[in-house]
Antibody, heavy 120, light 110 residues
Framework: QVQLVESGGGVVQPGRSLRLSCAAS????????MHWVRQAPGKGLEWVAF????????YYSESVKGRFTISRDNSKDTLHLQLNSLRPEDTAVYYC?????????????WGQGTLVSVSS | QSVLTQPPSASVTPGQRVAISCSGS????????VYWYQQLPGTAPKLLIY???QRPSGVPDRFSGSKSGTSASLAISGVRSEDEADYYC???????????FGAGTKLTVL
């Protein structure tokens, strides 16, 4: 069955960096686009970034553009999110999500998330 | 740029029907598909409806989606206590090249 397991979260000071990972299994990872979506404590969902199956396309939300970088290693079935210049407002649970395409493409299956806390 | 507006809360008694609305602010929203996600307390979101009204396998037919113009709706019939959750609508915004989520509706089963 499809599994997505995020890791790499933790407590970090403002201005510092963090790298999140998402280990995928149970599906042909290299054939699917992948998303990162975050959720601040007690708040709603906020889409963060997307990478196409072959890493030729990357999209970012305005709130993270220029600070975060999405990448993938198809040889290791792993998705990454590099978080630089972190701010307190980046505090959130970060979910990776697999894309599915049924006529059009959308996030379908989500991992359980990893918590990033930005605080001095 | 699409902004999706949902009511912050809704309540329903078991066995009854409830509808949760999602209104789009952009005329482009009329041409976009809407997706619905369910987030049970303490868990990751789960896809409930795709392409306005399609249910993934495993989602009970108590859940249904519809869309007309710039408004979409998620209906749950025969509500059960385990349906108590946050529900989010979402759409792709081509002008942003990104996904937009509504703020979510917290459903309380009385």
């Amino acid at each position: 069955q499809v599994q997505l397991v995020e890791s790499g979260g933790g407590v970090v000071q403002p201005g510092r960096s963090l790298r999140l990972s998402c280990a995928a299994s149970g599906f042909f990872f290299k054939a699917y686009g992948m998303h990162w979506v975050r959720q601040a404590p007690g708040k709603g969902l906020e889409w963060v970034a997307f990478i196409s199956y072959d890493a030729t396309k990357e999209y970012y939300s305005e709130s993270v553009k220029g600070r975060f970088t999405i990448s993938r290693d198809n040889s290791k079935d792993t998705l990454h999110l590099q978080l630089n210049s972190l701010r307190p407002e980046d505090t959130a649970v970060y979910y990776c999500a697999k894309e599915d395409c049924a006529g059009d493409c959308f996030p379908d299956f989500w991992g359980q998330g990893t918590l990033v806390s930005v605080s001095s | 740029q699409s902004v999706l507006t949902q009511p912050p809360s809704a309540s329903v008694t078991p066995g009854q029907r409830v509808a949760i609305s999602c209104s789009g602010s952009s005329s482009d929203f009329g041409n976009n598909y809407v997706y619905w996600y369910q987030q049970l307390p303490g868990t990751a979101p789960k896809l409930l409806i795709y392409r306005n009204d399609q249910r993934p396998s495993g989602v009970p037919d108590r859940f249904s989606g519809s869309k007309s113009g710039t408004s979409a709706s998620l209906a749950i019939s025969g509500v059960r206590s385990e349906d108590e959750a946050d529900y989010y609508c979402a759409t792709w915004d081509a002008s942003l090249s990104g996904w937009v989520f509504g703020a979510g509706t917290k459903l309380t089963v009385l």
